[in-house]
């Protein structure tokens, strides 16, 4: 028997910050016909201009997956769109009232919860998934990065990341079955270095960030100056450094959290491709320019 589409029962709404705008706004998941596919509306602006979920929108990957269209934008839509298809939602109108979307806690985690709170219903016309008969694959030989994908009858990812650093090598995290989605994937945590976390406040790039929406991880000798001088931006008490070598600010859900974090980052950005997918895709040291890279060539060699 023929899966349905699903959308939202009802409307909910999400209120917070973005990340690297600091804008706070309200994201509003509206439930929405079937084909209508995944849809941004920026409610702010005069005409309310609609910016669809596909690849072809994506015009820029340097901190997030950001969409554009018309000289409109939509920052960091990754974990949005990993949650949306993390719970089979095939059909939504989304409004935001700013540039960026919610952080929240790094995850997909509060987004998920929405949706279960709004609530699912199925429609009437069959889900059309992408199926993929043939293998796809993307290379970056510079960085050595490698993303591919072949024939399954499900959704199936695995991905492996490597740093070279002492605190944080090689880690794999899986996913066999959409089902588990909400419970294993969706709590992951963006994580970043404290030397990249260090950059980006001295370029004012991370305006919304704060010390609950990140996993820090230490891979160098840090003065006691330098913490506290991290603890005082963030408005924290104090920082100290964790044996499993991690700010205090945190306490893993996984131990593998980053590569699981890694794994929801490329189910969001290949939800970019337009349709479900039936397939295994198989990512080593994965990012968002590589899997939007990726979600480009599965489409235009399948479309």
Known sequence: MAEKQCTLKNKVSIHGAGLHTRQCGTLTFNPAPVNTGIRFRRIDLECQPIIEAD????????????????????????????????????NVLIDIDVEEMPIMDGSGRMFVEAIRKAGIVEQKADRDYLLITEPISYKNEVLGIELSIEPCDTFQVDVTVKYNTKVLDE???????????ETEIAPCRTFVFLHELETLLSRNLIKGGDLTNAIVFVNKNVSSEELDHIAAFFKMPKVVVQECGILNNVELSFENEPARHKLLDVIGDLTLVGKPIKGRVTAYKPGHFSNT???RKIKHAMF
């Open 171 to 181: 880690q794999t995290a899986s996913l066999r079955d959409m089902k588990d989605f």
């Open 293 to 295: 890279a990726f979600a």
């Open 55 to 90: 690849v072809d929108n994506v015009i820029d990957t340097s901190r997030g997956t950001t969409l554009g269209k018309g000289g409109v934008k939509i920052y960091t839509v990754e974990h949005v769109l990993a949650s949306l298809r993390g719970m089979g939602i095939d």
